[in-house]
């Protein structure tokens, strides 16, 4: 089976550009969630949807935005690029939004915003 | 709010030996969980152990180990006979019951050395 897929890999912007990133998660998968893993840091949780509705929010401004398709994929958007933005976005499913379903990982888009 | 500690930038093994890998988290909640994960140069964070607080016995994953001292908030990870394929980051990450968000300590680099 496939697993979480994630597109493009590698991405270069200009500060002040537009984003979008895609995620497609492992069939069956209804959850997805977005992380931000800045250099030599440990990812940092971005959004979480479930059934195509947001069921979480990290410590991100209104630049960054998602959302989720019936097919359970799903997109994030990143307005207005900040050099700061710069960094390795990983997108993660799940079966169900619950306690016991361990998160499975894409291999991650790696942007650079110059 | 409820942060993870890797207190060890770097750590070294020789080939076949053991290593421990510590971790502290900071929470008031009662129902959680804990994880490692392993990030490969390949980007892609792939699940090593998880433990639910719940549960008094450490888990175990073949080579792989916990202890988890719940009083002292402690979750460190120990990996028997290494292997050249364990040289990775290693990240511990706390989720809260109910909840999707995973938090990441900064992550130790791990080196097996020949």
């Known amino acids: 089976d496939a697993g979480v897929t994630q597109s493009p890999t590698h991405l270069i912007k200009t500060r002040g550009q537009h984003v979008t990133l895609r995620c497609s998660p492992i069939s069956g998968h209804k959850s997805v969630s977005w992380y931000q893993q800045v250099l030599g840091q440990g990812p940092q949780f971005i959004f979480q949807?479930?059934?195509?509705?947001?069921?979480g929010r990290g410590n991100f401004p209104d630049r960054f935005s998602a959302r989720q398709f019936p097919n359970y994929s799903s997109e994030l958007n990143v307005n207005a690029l900040l050099l700061g933005d710069s960094a390795l976005y990983l997108c993660?499913?799940?079966?169900?939004?619950?306690?016991?379903?361990?998160?499975?990982f894409g291999n991650g888009t790696r942007l650079t915003v110059t | 709010a409820q942060t993870v500690t890797q207190s060890q930038p770097e750590m070294s093994v020789q080939e076949a030996e053991t290593v421990t890998l510590s971790c502290t988290y900071d929470t008031s909640e009662s129902d959680y969980y804990l994880f490692w994960y392993k990030q490969p140069p390949s980007r892609q964070m792939i699940l090593v152990i998880r433990q639910e607080a719940y549960k008094q016995q450490n888990a175990t994953e073949n080579r792989f180990s916990v202890n988890f001292q719940k009083a002292a908030k402690s979750f460190s990870l120990k990996i028997s006979d290494s292997q050249l394929g364990d040289a990775a980051m290693y990240f511990c990450?706390?989720?809260?019951?109910?909840?999707?968000?995973?938090?990441f300590g900064k992550g130790t680099k791990l080196t097996v050395n020949p």
């Open positions: 993660a499913s799940s079966l169900v939004g619950s306690n016991n379903s361990p998160l499975h």
């Open positions: 949807y479930y059934e195509k509705e947001e069921r």
């Open positions: 990450a706390y989720k809260e019951g109910g909840s999707e968000k995973l938090v």
